[in-house]
Structure formats: C-alpha cells, structure tokens
T-cell receptor, first 116, second 113 residues
C-alpha cells in the first residue's frame, strides 16, 4: 500500500530533550515536506526537500532540523524542544514533474507532540 | 503568496442532507486537493483535482481552473462525514514557494443523526 509513515503518533517530552520524528514513504517520491498545524494558524510548512541531500526552509523553520540521506526518509529533528513547539505535525510527499510542479500530495497520519 | 479561501467556515447538517463546500484561490495552480481531517487528526486525501470533475461514492468535486474555484459536494451525508474539510493548492515550479501546499482555513462539518 502506498503510504507515508510517521512515528511516533503521540509524544510527550520535556523542554530541551532532543527528539526525532521519523517519516518514510514507499512511493519513490522525490519531494517531501513537514507541516505543523496549530489552532487559528492552520497548516504551515516547516521544511521541504526536493531530493536526496537537497533541503530548504519553509515558513516556520526555527527550532527544527531535517535531513534527507535517502529518498524514502525525511526525519524531523528538534534539538532543544520548547513548549511553543507543541503542535500536530504532518509529513507529506509528492510526485514532482520537472517543469510542471507537484502532483498528488500524500500525508502521514500525524504526530501529536506535547512539550512540557 | 497564493491565498485560499473556503466557505462556509462551519456547516451543520442532519444525516441524509446534501452540501456544497467552496474553495476560491487567488492564482493559477497546478495542484488542488481536498482533504478530510477526521476527529483523530488524520488528513485523508479525498480528491486530487486541479481541473475537471471527479466522483467517489457520495463525494464529488469540480474545479474550474479558469475561474479559480473548486467545489466539493457531499450527498446523503453521514455522521462519519463530520470533521474538517480542507482545500489545498500549489503552484508550478520555481520561486521560494516551490512545491509548497497552501491550505485554506477549512470548513468544519458536523452531521447530526
């Protein structure tokens, strides 16, 4: 089954304790990205990656890191989490057609993170 | 950047009723999708529909790209249809918004038995 898999689904952590949210897709998509969803602010893009070893900032990158060492994996790293990073996080991937943009985004099931 | 507006913001229905949700966008797009966010927070892809009409069971969608709007139709609504419906768009290649999906604020649908 074609899917984007995020782990964990739920996480409660303490301020300053490094954590990683994993994301993996099995559709051979070149493009992957991370979003956070907050009440009243909607879904906002954190980071994206157009291909292996190619990553760039989205709208709200502060406090996050990403890496793209393999095509299928795109982990989100919080080096020193803070309470304002409490949010619902989504990983997404899409097919990129050169010169024609992106088609058909698939989202993971989400990770609900609470930082206390 | 591109603006996406959804209407209505809230919708309350009795089971069995039909409804139409609207999405207006401010620029030409090459990708438009409708998502349903269920009560567990999952984003379920309903339609990939940058233009034309598609149907899937009780749901159908139409996008008129030249007029920059899309409609999602829900017929014979069920309580399981409750949740938030999002329209999301992305533009073509190039620019700092490359590949970014821009979401509308969503329509909160509540279906009562």
């Amino acid at each position: 089954e074609a899917q984007v898999t995020q782990n964990p689904r739920y996480l409660i952590t303490v301020t300053g304790k490094k954590l990683t949210v994993t994301c993996s897709q099995n559709m051979n998509h070149e493009y992957m990205s991370w979003y956070r969803q907050d009440p009243g602010l909607g879904l906002r893009q954190i980071y994206y990656s157009m291909n292996v070893e190619v990553t760039d900032k989205g709208d709200v990158p502060e406090g996050y890191k990403v890496s793209r060492k393999e095509k299928r994996n795109f982990p989100l790293i919080l080096e020193s989490p803070s309470p304002n990073q409490t949010s619902l996080y989504f990983c997404a991937s899409s097919l990129r057609m050169v010169g024609r943009g992106h088609w058909g985004y698939t989202f993971g099931s989400g990770t609900r993170l609470t930082v206390v | 950047g591109i603006q996406v507006e959804q209407s209505p913001p809230d919708l309350i229905l009795q089971e069995g009723a039909n409804s139409t949700l609207r999405c207006n966008f401010s620029d030409s797009v090459n990708n438009l999708q409708w998502f349903h966010q269920n009560p567990w927070g999952q984003l379920i892809n309903l339609f990939y529909i940058p233009s034309g009409t598609k149907q899937n069971g009780r749901l159908s969608a139409t996008t008129v790209a030249t007029e920059r709007y899309s409609l999602l139709y829900i017929s014979s609504s069920q309580t399981t249809d409750s949740g938030v419906y999002f329209c999301a768009v992305s533009k073509g290649a190039g620019g700092t918004s490359y590949g970014k999906l821009t979401f509308g604020q969503g329509t909160i649908l509540t279906v009562h038995p």
